[in-house]
């Protein structure tokens, strides 16, 4: 049994980044599912681990506690330094931050599970208008990114160069999210393929959300 244990639901998009920098790195960890749907995340039992109460989040061996995927991303990055997953120069860490909560800061917080179930138990949102909601603020993000990734020399293969990275992690669990609620990728032709670079890696693969022990 691994010293890493990480409490995650496969569905989840940042369980899911999490999962695909474990696998980059070569870690090995205990996975605990929670449904999220389900509401286990709000159970006593993980609240006493993570008193927020959201996945992902990471138990270290000697017990301590570390929540938030980019935070926890980073710190696997500094932990484990090879593959790297932030570029050796400051400009081009700060260009991957910045992809990357593009996404994570921009994207998700307004489109997880959380905000999506109040839309309709605070405002009677319907199946359509929770669908437009998520479509919505995708594009918003999506139509920047997309300029930005097709208009930049440091873009390659992947976000940034020729090799994946925290903004390529982030980057794929969204597009997984997005195929759900059938977001168009049609408009966004560089982040589509630099997605499917991604995908035909292993360890993209590995922690895809159908692979996992609890996928339904």
């Given at each position: ?6 409490h ?32 286990e ?26 929540t ?34 593009m996404?994570a ?14 839309l ?29 990734l ?19 992690i ?34 993209f693969?590995?922690?895809?959300p ?7």
């Amino acid at each position: 049994m691994s010293d890493l244990v990480l409490h995650n639901y496969y569905r989840s998009s940042t369980s899911y980044r999490v999962r695909i920098a474990l696998a980059m790195k070569g870690l090995d960890y205990t996975h605990v599912p929670h449904h999220l749907r389900h509401g286990e995340h709000l159970e006593p039992a993980y609240l006493a681990v993570n008193p927020q109460g959201l996945v992902p989040a990471l138990v270290l061996d000697d017990g301590r506690l570390l929540t938030q995927s980019l935070a926890i991303i980073e710190y696997l990055d500094e932990i484990q330094p090879e593959p790297p997953l932030l570029p050796k120069d400051a400009l081009g860490r700060a260009r991957v931050r910045m992809l990357a909560q593009m996404i994570a800061c921009d994207i998700h917080p307004v489109n997880n599970l959380r905000v999506l179930t109040s839309l309709r138990s605070l405002f009677g949102a319907g199946d359509e208008d929770v669908v437009n909601w998520f479509r919505h603020w995708v594009n918003e993000g999506f139509q920047p990114l997309e300029k930005i990734l097709a208009s930049s020399p440091e873009t390659g293969a992947f976000c940034h160069g020729d090799a994946p990275g925290l903004a390529d992690i982030c980057l794929a669990a969204q597009v997984t999210n997005n195929a759900r609620f059938g977001v168009d990728m049609a408009p966004y032709p560089v982040i589509a393929r630099i997605n499917t670079a991604c995908m035909a890696l292993p360890a993209f693969q590995k922690a895809a959300p159908q692979n996992q022990i609890d996928a339904e």
